[in-house]
């Protein structure tokens, strides 16, 4: 069993910034890929962002790109979604998830493991 950890979140006016953060358990870090998708009322789950966490790169939903920043801390098994210039159409619950191997992916499937979620309300 592999247990992702969030944190973060909260409400923010519109144009402002919040950072969420996984934990990622040490011995699967670095074969795995760490995916950002959120689920907004009444919507379906949508991809937000993915991260090699061996080599870094990146991938982004158009709907954040040039917003939303991934990082990632080796040390500290840590995985980061920085969201800057907020914008009320990014409220939703935020869920990291883990998947096997290196590459990330948009597709939610492919993901073996899920954070409990957090929400992001932004206020417009």
């Known amino acids: 069993q592999v247990r992702l950890v969030q944190s973060g979140g909260g409400l923010v006016q519109a144009g402002g910034s919040l950072r969420l953060s996984c934990t990622l358990p040490g011995r699967t870090f670095k074969t795995s890929a760490m995916g950002w998708f959120r689920q907004a009322p009444g919507k379906e789950r949508e991809f937000v962002a993915a991260?090699?966490?061996?080599?870094?790169?990146?991938i982004y939903a158009d709907s954040v790109k040039g917003r939303f920043t991934l990082s990632r801390d080796s040390a500290e098994n840590l995985g980061y979604l920085q969201m800057n210039s907020l914008k009320p159409e990014d409220t939703a619950v935020y869920y990291c998830a883990r998947m096997p191997g290196t590459y990330g992916s948009s597709w939610s499937y492919e993901y073996d493991y899920w954070g409990q979620g957090t929400q992001v309300t932004v206020s417009s």
């Open positions: 991260i090699q966490l061996s080599a870094g790169n990146t």
